[in-house]
C-alpha cells in the first residue's frame, strides 16, 4: 500500500463486499457476477423515526475488522 491506494495485485485479492441494504436485489447480483463474496451487514431502525432503516454503524466496524485484508 503505498499512499493509500494498493497495488493491483492487491485489489485482486480483495474477494468481499460489505453491504447493509438486503432490499436491493439487483446490487446483491451485481456482487455476485462479479465474483465476489457478499458479507450483509446488519440494518436497524433508526432511533429518532421507526419508520426508516439505517445501517449499523457499530456491525459495520465489526465486520470490517473480521474481513481486514479480503
Known amino acids: 500500500l503505498r499512499d493509500g491506494i494498493s497495488s493491483e495485485e492487491e485489489r485482486q485479492k480483495r474477494d468481499i ?12 447480483k451485481a456482487i455476485l457476477s462479479a465474483g465476489m463474496t457478499c458479507v450483509v451487514v446488519p440494518t436497524k431502525l433508526d432511533p429518532e423515526n421507526t419508520d426508516e432503516v439505517v445501517t449499523d454503524l457499530d456491525a459495520m466496524e465489526r465486520a470490517l475488522k473480521e474481513n481486514e485484508g479480503r
Open 17 to 28: 463486499v460489505l453491504w447493509s441494504r438486503i432490499d436491493q436485489k439487483s446490487c446483491y
